[in-house]
């Protein structure tokens, strides 16, 4: 794998109850430090950022190996959470296939390992995994 680059800049503004810009290639969006934190909470928190890093590439690598095995599928949905206390940082990934009804046996088979499978794949999960975060996956199939 070569070497990859992405940029990140912030203009942030008034003290922890300020909030900031982030902008990168394709993202606009405010940030603040969470009401919990003693910030304003009036944009998004870096532990939203982090979460939504994980969810993306879990789901890209799973859709892009949904498209490999030419799967049947009609809708991939992914709801993650983490949840953090003084023992554990955790990340449980919730994704749900939809399948057509012509779906085999076999093909359903490989769907369920797939959710496996994408974790594995997911550069950004394994980099968490090596900073002792755990990540789960419950995923769940149904047919259209």
């Known amino acids: 794998m070569g070497i990859s680059k992405t940029n990140a800049n912030v203009v942030w503004r008034n003290g922890v109850k300020g909030d900031g810009l982030l902008k990168t290639e394709v993202i606009d969006t405010k940030i603040a430090i969470p ?60 994704p749900r296939l939809v399948l057509s009804n012509s779906v085999t046996e076999k093909q359903l088979e490989l769907a369920n390992r797939l959710f496996v499978s994408a974790d594995k794949g997911c550069a950004v999960g394994n980099l968490l995994k090596k900073a002792d975060v755990k990540i789960e996956v419950q995923g769940e199939i149904s047919t259209k």
């Open 35 to 94: 009401v919990s934190s003693g910030g304003s909470g009036n944009g998004a928190s870096p532990m939203e950022f982090l979460l939504s890093s994980v969810t993306a590439c879990y789901t890209g690598v799973l859709v892009s190996m949904i498209d490999l095995r030419e799967l049947p599928v009609e809708e991939v949905t992914v709801n993650s959470e983490v949840s953090v206390n003084d023992k554990e940082f955790k990340i449980i990934h919730y």
